[in-house]
């Protein structure tokens, strides 16, 4: 036992470091390119930050530009690195300039949309240059300009992942369906078979449903790809389709979600993998496709054919299903799941 726990515990720390050394390779590229090698990391709380976990919990909530609008995230997001030291008082202040300076530009050519963003609020707040308007700086441009003259108030909005999806004058969602700041793209929602196997207690699987998202290609790890995610009707029973960008003629099939998209993860890790190994690997599959995120179980249950599910097959309790935010750990099924930028460990297992 004590040796299967110590290989189980090996899988979780490969697959962190692979995602950890690629993500920093990238940044490294980006920074030389852009002029501004990253010659040393910034230090906090005795410790060299941790880029790549402060890039995560950022992106987890929507980008910088959310959190900065929200006030109490970067305190939260402190606390959540492992170099937390509750005695630096100001780690608010010092964690959002090292945002800014070490991965904000990141950001931007990561998800283009948030720089989109940022300009539109830097316009607005020069249009109407209120103290309310001062509250949310979005950018470093704009946070200059907020920290002018005029002491700006802290705003009370609250994080908000259910925010409004636009739809168009017959009141269908308008496609593709932008969530995460771009981390994930909804193309299509599909059509609702209101009996089983296409619903059961804890999921509906539209047909023709459609995501897609980037991840590090099974042909070159070192290479971020999109890979499309797509539920088929094989005649009897939905099947998941996971397709690589770099490789469409060869797509992943399988019977549940987690099964497509723990082939992806083996394949991308599987070069320093033994057999055992790959068999500890874990991923939360509802996750990876999308349907777990709260906005689009409930668009789910709104599509034609979600009323005349039978009321034993899905439970109202649990949708289709549940959605763990960067504060609120939730599961996919019976077993703890993930965030969609954390990795934790489920009963040994690797979970992605």
Known sequence: MEVERQTQDIVAIANEELE??????????????????????????????????????????????????NVGTWSKI??????????????????????????LEYEYMTFPDHRKQAIEMDKQL?????????????????????????????????????????????????????????ELIIEHLGVVIPRSPYVTEKHIWPVGFTSSRYFSSMNNPDQRVKYTSQIIDSGDRPQFVVIPADDPQNPIVSHSPSGAWRTVLKRVMGRGLSEDNKK????????????????????????????????????PSSPSTVYQTPSSPTSESNSPSTSPMQSRKRKGNTVI
């Open 126 to 182: 020069k249009k109407s240059p209120s103290t309310d308007s001062l509250s949310s700086p979005s950018s470093p441009e704009t946070a200059r300009l907020a920290r002018g003259d005029k002491k700006f108030k802290k705003s009370k909005k609250k994080f908000n992942m259910h925010r409004e999806i636009q739809r168009d004058r017959s009141g269908q969602p308008k496609m593709p369906i932008i969530l995460g700041g771009g």
């Open 20 to 69: 950890r050394r690629l993500f920093m390779q990238d940044l490294n590229r980006f920074m030389g390119d852009c002029g501004k090698p990253l010659s040393k990391i910034p230090i906090m709380g005795y410790k060299e930050l941790d880029l790549f976990q402060l890039f995560k919990e950022v992106s987890a909530y929507g980008g910088f530009n959310e959190v900065v609008k």
């Open 78 to 103: 402190w606390k959540r690195l492992g170099n937390f030291d509750p005695s630096i008082t100001d780690s608010s202040f010092r964690l959002k300039k090292n945002y800014e300076r070490y991965l």
């Open 280 to 315: 500890n690997i874990s991923v939360s599959g509802t996750l990876r496709f999308g349907l777990a995120h709260p906005v689009i179980t409930s668009l789910i249950r709104d599509l034609p054919g979600a009323s005349d599910i039978p009321s034993h097959l899905l439970s």
